[in-house]
């Protein structure tokens, strides 16, 4: 069964500080990985999207890696701002043609503090 | 405002009654999804739409629910019956053909449901 899986399940960082969510996936075959930011009461929206080939992809602050091989992916927000409190949620793909291909993760929960 | 656009944004409602949510994608996007999604969990599909047709319904999709997208633009999404169960976040996005590095869906703000 496709399944991702997220770590930690929250965190809470200070204003300016950096930080890391993790994410492992067991989805074959592989197609693409996502991570998506949700505001509370909001819906996702896409930070970025990273195929086999990239191992690395920034969006301003925010920069995702994925390993391929041992099946990982990572989220690292720098210098974090108050409004980088939200739900940051790893979706796996397994299909180009993927909106009702992606297997979702729970999500991180994220709050930063002043 | 472009983006997708979901109504209402909250439902209150008693078991056993229908409820029906809407979903206006952008403009121009052919495919249109529905998922549900419970607090603290991430989505999980329930149907998706190309154009006016229904490609798939996931299981979590009983024959309570029942999904449209009459011309191929907004779709409706029901529920009859509504159980207690039924309490989510019942978000819609919407995509263009994928592209090489994969389809870029655009979510909208979700029908928070609270069946009483």
């Known amino acids: 069964k496709n399944q991702v899986e997220q770590s930690p399940q929250s965190l809470i960082i200070l204003e300016g500080k950096n930080c890391t969510l993790q994410?492992?996936?067991?989805?074959?075959?592989?197609?693409?990985l996502r991570w998506y930011k949700q505001d509370t009461g909001r819906g996702p929206v896409s930070l970025t999207i990273?195929?086999?080939?990239?191992n690395t992809k920034s969006n301003r602050r925010y920069t995702a890696t994925l390993d391929a091989d041992t099946k990982q992916s990572s989220l690292h927000i720098t210098a974090s701002q108050l409004s980088d409190s939200a739900s940051y949620i790893c979706?796996?793909?397994?299909?180009?043609?993927?909106?009702?291909?992606?297997?979702f993760g729970g999500g991180t929960r994220v709050l930063v503090k002043p | 405002d472009t983006g997708v656009s979901q109504d209402p944004r909250h439902k209150i409602t008693k078991r056993g009654q229908n409820v029906t949510f809407r979903c206006d994608p952008i403009?121009?996007?052919?495919?249109l999804y529905w998922y549900r999604q419970t607090l603290g969990q991430g989505p999980e599909f329930l149907t998706y739409?190309?154009?006016?047709?229904?490609?798939?319904k996931s299981r979590l999709l009983s024959d309570r629910f029942s999904a449209e997208r009459p011309k191929g633009s907004f779709s409706t999404l029901e529920i009859q019956r509504t159980e207690q169960g039924d309490s989510a976040m019942y978000l819609c996005?919407?995509?263009?053909?994928?592209?090489?590095?994969?389809?870029?869906?655009?979510f909208g703000s979700g029908t928070q449901l609270s069946v009483l």
């Open positions: 996005a919407s995509s263009l053909n994928p592209t090489g590095s994969g389809e870029k869906l655009f």
């Open positions: 994410c492992n996936y067991t989805v074959s075959p592989f197609s693409n």
């Open positions: 990273m195929t086999f080939s990239e």
């Open positions: 979706v796996v793909s397994d299909n180009k043609a993927a909106g009702n291909k992606l297997t």
């Open positions: 403009s121009e996007h052919n495919r």
């Open positions: 739409f190309q154009n006016e047709a229904q490609l798939e």
